[in-house]
């Protein structure tokens, strides 16, 4: 058994999310990036403001609509976005999206996490 230490609390940092709700959250953010990629076209998610959203019910794709949500991030901050943007197309093809959702969960899963170290 480990020894106690003197305040008698452990400080470990377990994260709120793991490998598993790690890959159900990209799952769910590429589901998102592509439904709006469909119904908005191929340029819609490199305006500026578009940003993935988690919230505790879900993930969306937003324009900063949502207040104060779980964890965000601005879909032109993104390494592949930039790739596109700074590249003078403003056109994603979907089989830019997949990149875009890892990249996502990346950024959502590590302001998630900081809850959990608070």
Known sequence: MP???PDGHYNAFVPLLGN?????LERLILEQLTKY???HGSSALLHEG?????EVD???????????PLAFVEIRS???????????TLALPPDALASLATEATSATA??????AAA
């Open 58 to 68: 879900g993930v969306r794709i937003d324009s900063g609509e949502t207040k104060d």
């Open 3 to 5: 020894d106690t230490p």
């Open 20 to 24: 598993a709700e790690k890959a159900e």
């Open 50 to 54: 578009v940003r993935v959203v988690v």
């Open 78 to 88: 993104l390494f592949t976005a930039l790739c596109y943007v700074t590249g003078g």
């Open 110 to 115: 590590q302001q998630i996490n900081r809850i």
């Open 37 to 39: 990629h469909d119904q």
